[in-house]
């Protein structure tokens, strides 16, 4: 008899429990609930202390199922209630079989009163939840976003959203050069003849980005901090962080603060930028290759700098991280257009190791001065053709130069002789089931070769005329095995009036002609963070006068991003 009460027991607190969240938005559920505990109670299956307990865990069960309607879970929560006072009041006074009646300590008044306090709790529950729901929409209350891997952890303090993510990267490259002769301005190692070592990032450092985001007056608003710190010890000069580095004890590694921007607008003006951030000329270019992920062309292996080259100057032009006021505006079907004027940079004479910024360059002439802004803009397109998948994008760039000076040559600040650079490129990115290919090109014209405006005007003055190009193609093995293989060229032609034969002993005959890469790579998802690469690339340079050099690189490590 006792493990059969106990069962029957268990059975109706499981019930109580399993039951109510199905149960209690109707009425007639809660009303069968009610009489079963009267039944019970009226065969004497039940004690007043068995029935008052289920009673109130009916209610509470209620009330708790209720929360995520809180507004109008406290009316719910009190009408079952009630309604079960209304049925323990019937089953009191007429029983449910001829001859059984109710214990006389368990009277309709009694039993009223247990049920009307079970509401009242149910109702102080309800009101509770509601408080709770509404704390989460104030800034006294912060809560944890559902995390998407790649888009790191979301913060939400009331109406702001908090966003940190990043990425770290580590690689061990082993660099052996091919031989030949130095090329200035050439990107490959090959004439060093000493093989090298190096435990290095890759084309990205690690980096810590900080974006908090919030809506006011119908505006998306927000604000944007990006650290890009390297792991190997920092010797700063032209390129500051960027240059390579100094392998030498008591060294600290580079920071580059190179993202510090703010954006407002919505989805019908459009959005506006003010800040430092990846400037607009040939950004699809770098965010498209893959060696963004992985090494490639490495620069310096023996002292490394904050990133190794990857595909700079051997494809594209590097878009640069630069002061800017921009304006994107709202999509247009798949097609959407940005401007902007941005901090104008000197004429670089990098081709030349002596003293490139004080216009005493044997190759490039220098300029310092801007009374103009630079302007980039771009315009992308996103379509679809059955299961194929097109992005296409175009950007142009435009820089006055004033001032060119080259001491070695004669040009002076007081010649007022300016030129304007000019330049333009077209890629696009197919994606078809597991296969995904890229193909880009540049012209410029005073652009240079590698960064930004180096080596883009000639000592005596001229612009000198630059392009280049690459090729991409990546197949997925599998959903997490991607192999990726990449071909790419820059070429910097000279500017007229220039002479090999009579600068020869200037320097110029060893001026670079073309930079040239190919690189082989295997990538591995491990987990939703984790890749693991392995990589292969061949780098040459070749010059005006005919030097050329090569090298050879082997890189293997892992990309976490988060």
């Known amino acids: ?117 079970a509401a009242t709790r149910a109702e102080a529950s309800a009101r509770s939840a509601q408080e709770a729901a509404s704390a989460l929409n104030n800034g006294s209350f912060v809560r944890v976003a559902k995390y998407v891997p790649g888009k790191g952890l979301t913060f939400k303090a009331g109406p702001i959203d908090i966003n940190l993510s990043g990425f770290v990267n580590g690689f061990y490259s082993y660099n052996s050069p091919a031989g030949g002769r130095p090329v200035a301005g050439g990107v490959s190692s090959g004439s060093s003849g000493f093989d090298s070592s190096s435990v290095r990032n890759g084309l990205l450092p690690a980096g810590f980005i900080l974006k908090m985001n919030t809506v006011q007056q119908g505006m998306d608003i927000s604000a944007v901090l990006g650290m890009y710190p390297g792991l ?29 921007f703010m954006t407002f607008g919505n989805k019908d003006i459009g959005t506006f930028k003010v800040g430092r951030d990846l400037a607009l000329f040939a950004s699809d270019a770098i965010m498209n290759d893959a060696t963004l992920l992985s090494v490639g062309s490495t620069g310096s292996n023996s002292a490394p700098g904050n990133t190794s080259l990857g595909r700079i100057g051997v494809g594209y032009v590097y878009a640069d991280w630069i002061p800017q006021i921009s304006y994107t505006t709202p999509k247009l079907g798949g097609l959407q257009g940005s401007i902007g004027i941005f901090q104008p940079l000197d004429e670089f004479g990098y081709a030349d190791a002596t003293n490139p910024t004080a216009g005493a360059s044997a190759y490039s002439a220098g300029a310092t001065q801007h009374s103009s802004p630079m302007v980039q803009g771009r315009a992308v397109y996103d379509f679809s053709v059955s299961d194929l998948q097109v992005h296409i994008w175009a950007s142009f760039l435009i ?24 330049a333009g490129d077209i890629g696009t990115k197919l994606t078809y089931g ?6 880009y090109y540049y012209r410029g ?35 997490k095995f991607r192999l990726v293989g990449s071909y790419g060229v820059s070429n910097l032609y000279l500017a007229g009036g220039e002479d090999l034969a009579a600068e020869s002993n200037a320097g110029t005959a060893g001026l670079v002609r073309r930079n040239q890469s190919e690189v082989g790579a295997a990538y591995y998802q491990m987990t939703d963070w984790l890749t693991v690469i392995g990589e292969y690339s061949h780098t040459s340079s070749a010059a005006h006068g005919g030097n050329k050099e090569s090298d050879n690189t082997a890189s293997g490590g892992v990309m976490l991003m988060f």
Do not use: C, W
């Not at 820089?399 to 000019?422: I, V």
């Not at 597991?434 to 193909?439: M, N, T």
């Not at 240079?448 to 190009?469: H, I, P, W």
């Open 1 to 117: 008899m006792a493990s059969g009460k106990k069962a029957l027991l268990a059975t109706v607190m499981a019930a109580s429990v399993a039951g109510m969240p199905q149960m209690l938005p109707t009425a007639a559920h809660a009303d069968d609930y009610a009489d079963l505990l009267d039944v019970l109670r009226a065969k004497g299956s039940l004690t007043r202390h068995e029935y008052d307990t289920l009673l109130a865990k009916h209610v509470h069960h209620a009330a708790l199922a209720a929360e995520p309607h809180a507004a109008h879970a406290g009316h719910v929560a009190a009408g079952s209630a009630r309604t079960a006072v209304a049925h323990a009041g019937h089953g009191a006074q007429a029983g449910y079989e001829p001859g059984i009646s109710f214990d006389p300590g368990a009277g309709e008044n009694d039993v009223s009163m247990r049920a009307e306090d």
């Open 232 to 260: 190997d010890n920092a010797n700063p000069s032209a390129f500051n962080a960027n240059s390579g580095g100094s392998p030498v004890g008591l060294g600290t590694a580079g920071i580059d603060l190179r993202q510090v």
């Open 399 to 422: 820089q006055h130069m004033q001032g060119l000076t080259n001491a070695r040559y004669g040009l002076t600040a007081e010649d007022h002789k300016g030129t304007t650079a000019e």
């Open 434 to 439: 597991p296969l995904e290919g890229v193909a």
């Open 445 to 479: 014209s005073g652009l240079g070769t590698t960064g930004l405006f180096f080596d883009g005007v000639a000592a005596n003055g001229r612009k000198r005329s630059s392009e280049g190009y690459y090729v991409q193609g990546a197949y997925h093995i599998t959903k």
